[in-house]
């Protein structure tokens, strides 16, 4: 069955440093989306990716973040100066589409956890 | 208000028995509400989803949804103890991928 891949599965950095996250989502998917889940709190959107755009992104996506789609098959999310408060764990989600509400589904991949010491 | 909101729980519930959680949220521009399961340190499973009024059945999980209450729910019948895990809804307005998740229900089935 296919599934969205994220490495690593733990990071640690330290604070100011540049960290890239990587993830390969489903093969035939066009959707792509980060999250975070602090730990003990929800799932928050970060940002979501579409045709090599940013087609939405939230109120934590500051400039500090950016992603990108560096060939056919990664997507990666790239913190340029860690904080303390990056600590967290970050999923990768892909979906095939937006427009079929009959079948959409958005699958995770098992996440990246972050931690800036 | 919350967008999305759940009871964070514990629900516990004996082996066997039906668990019932519900999830409200405030968009009326709602239109795609799934459930996923997350195990401790786990991503999001999907468990399933549910865009029309009524039920939609799968398996022993049936997703309820009732759009002039803002309210959706699932019922997991014949709880084992494997679907102790936390509980998430998530919701989504049309033609955006941005998922708005609760905080969770943490459900415990006792043997």
């Known amino acids: 069955e296919p599934e969205v891949t994220q490495t690593p599965s733990h990071q640690v950095t330290q604070m100011g440093q540049e960290v890239i996250l990587r993830c390969v989502p489903i093969?035939?998917?066009?959707?792509f989306y980060w999250y975070r889940q602090i730990l003990g709190q929800k799932v928050e959107f970060l940002v979501s990716f579409y045709n090599n755009e940013i087609s939405e992104k939230s109120e934590i996506f500051d400039d500090q973040f950016s992603v990108e789609r560096p060939d056919g098959s990664n997507f990666t999310l790239k913190i340029r100066s860690t904080k303390l408060e990056d600590s967290a764990m970050y999923f990768c989600a892909s979906s095939a589409h937006l427009d079929k509400a009959d079948s959409y589904e958005q699958y995770f991949g098992p996440g990246t956890r972050l931690t800036v010491t | 208000q919350k967008e999305v909101e759940q009871n964070s729980g514990p629900l516990s519930v004996p082996e066997g028995a039906i668990a019932s959680l519900n999830c409200t949220y405030s968009d009326r521009g709602s239109q795609s509400f799934f459930w996923y399961r997350q195990y401790s340190g786990k991503s999001p499973e999907l468990i399933m989803f549910i865009y029309s009024n009524g039920d939609k059945e799968d398996g022993r999980f049936t997703a309820q949804l009732n759009k002039a209450s803002q309210y959706v729910s699932l019922l997991i019948r014949d709880s084992q103890p494997s679907d102790s895990a936390t509980y998430l809804c998530?919701?989504?307005?049309?033609?955006?991928?941005?998922?708005?998740f609760g905080q969770g229900t943490t459900l415990q089935v006792k043997p």
């Open positions: 093969s035939n998917h066009l959707y």
């Open positions: 998530a919701v989504r307005r049309w033609n955006t991928g941005k998922l708005i």
